[in-house]
DNA sequence: CGTCTATTTGAATGTACTCAAAAGCGGTGG
DNA sequence: CCACCGCTTTTGAGTACATTCAAATAGACG
């Protein structure tokens, strides 16, 4: 739970009352290499914060190939926010990539704190902002960046994810074969 | 004011003292065919609700030529939200394709409704959540369809937009080039 | 009517993909 | 400790997708 606090702390500060509501609502959930808390189809139930490991979210095209949409790793969220607001189906995977520590807060209970509590609101809608700019500044650079620039970037902007991830995720995240993201780090490495 | 209110009705609808403190905060601003609410480098100072009209924000990448993050329309929000946080130069360009109406909420108004309603928290944060929503499934759409899939999904899903935007604009936005945007243009119709 | 911008076309080029196969790299069990 | 398995990474040849550049055509607006 410390993590969970620590995190909220960024924002604003939760009182003793606001600890005490999160942390009788909050489920620890321990997680293996692999497993899936979200399949395509299913209804995501929960809001998942990682308190250790990495996970990912992922969509597959009408191909059948995996384009990897978002990384999780301490301290980050991780849900398929439409499906969870509409009751919908998801159209994402999310699988743990290491052994993860998460937890969990579902409808029932993140209702009830942020119609108790007007703090979450307020840090729950900065946490979406954050991560809206990071996906706006995404795109542009997807939009962008050729793929050797696009990799160069992700090198930089996530440098501790380089050497948790096998380069096929990067590759499926930046939306190129990893065929291709082998030669591109051919050419990278000819360069010096 | 009346496509302000409604707008945030749709949400958790807004009592007579939060309309009139909305009210009495929000500014209008017309502003003309390609005329700039926000020029790269200056700080973004307002969020712009449009009333009418059509606005795009966009980048311009280190070999100068432009992509557009985002088109609004009637009832959409637009603002560099990273550098209106965080008081940052912005990176982006937001200019009016059609003369537009705005309802502008500066730093100051935005925090004191925050701050004494709960309700704009709230709002605010479901709104950005959807924004968040869609702005993912761009990404995927974007990394996984080929040019002419991107452009069919575009025509569906924002099909009054089509009407109202010269072609440029919408390659820009699918980051492909003007010329190959004809191409692939041309190749659809002669399927019909 | 003239000007400015958007759109189309074509040829040459470059970027990225496909498919197939080989090589590398852990982990696991015998 | 070695052999094997599954997965990742690399390589290469051929192909497809998208860009560049230049120029012609078409539309929109004052």
């Known amino acids: 739970m410390d993590n969970l606090i620590t995190h909220f702390n960024q924002y604003l500060p939760l009182n003793e009352l606001e600890v005490e509501a999160l942390g009788i609502r909050v489920i620890e959930k321990t ?21 250790s490991g990495l996970l990912r979210k992922y969509a597959i095209d009408k ?11 301490e301290n980050q969220w991780i849900q398929d926010l439409g ?4 009751n919908t189906p ?5 699988e743990a990539i290491e052994p993860s520590i998460l937890f969990q807060l579902d409808k ?11 703090k979450f609101d307020r840090n ?8 809206f700019i990071n996906l706006e500044n995404r795109i542009f650079q997807n939009i962008s960046l050729s793929a050797e620039e696009g ?19 990067i590759a499926s995240y930046l939306g190129i074969t990893p065929e291709f993201l082998s030669k591109v780090r051919r050419n990278i490495s000819l360069k010096d």
Request: hydrophobic residues 35%; charged residues 20%; contains cysteine.
């Open 90 to 94: 998801s159209q994402f995977y999310i």
């Open 108 to 118: 029932n209970s993140l209702l009830y704190l942020l119609q108790n509590f007007p």
């Open 63 to 73: 191909n059948g190939c995996e384009f990897n949409i978002q990384f999780a790793t």
């Open 31 to 51: 997680i293996k290499r692999r497993q899936f808390i979200l399949n395509k189809g299913d209804t995501c139930r929960h809001y998942s914060f990682v308190s």
């Open 151 to 169: 990799y160069k970037k992700f090198l930089n902007e996530y440098p501790e994810l380089y050497n948790r991830l096998p380069n096929t995720q």
């Open 83 to 86: 499906s969870f607001n509409n």
């Open 124 to 131: 729950f809608r900065v946490i979406m902002e954050n991560k």
